[in-house]
């Protein structure tokens, strides 16, 4: 089993920046994959971006260029760095884990309990 713990959320002014954290704890194989995934209220959940324990990257296209995905294996972190935030940004943002290589979020078996980003002014 493995435990993901978010932080980093909170309310943000339009054009704003937070940058979201995810820990992992428990049984973490060296070859994984991490993403974060959002939902916004009223609308199903959507992938954000996704990283793989090697380094490679996926996003969904509005995060390109806006929203970077990053790790430190060494302390099973994942980092959301998230610039130029819209209203339309606004969701729970959840961290998700598999073993093995994901090619879509929905292979996540593991998943934190969601951390809360609201872009208002």
């Known amino acids: 089993q493995v435990q993901l713990r978010e932080s980093g959320g909170g309310l943000v002014q339009p054009g704003g920046s937070l940058k979201l954290s995810c820990v992992a704890s428990g049984r973490i194989l060296s070859f994984n994959t991490m993403g974060w995934v959002r939902q916004a209220p009223g609308r199903e959940r959507e992938l954000v971006a996704i990283v793989r324990s090697g380094g490679d990257t996926r996003y969904a296209d509005f995060a390109k260029g806006r929203f970077t995905v990053s790790r430190e294996n060494a302390n099973n972190t994942m980092y959301l760095q998230m610039n130029v935030l819209e209203p339309e940004d606004t969701a729970v943002y959840y961290c998700?884990?598999?073993?093995?290589?994901?090619?879509?979020?929905?292979?996540?078996?593991?998943w934190g309990q969601g951390t809360r980003v609201t872009v208002s002014s």
């Open positions: 998700g884990y598999t073993n093995g290589i994901a090619t879509s979020w929905k292979g996540f078996v593991s």
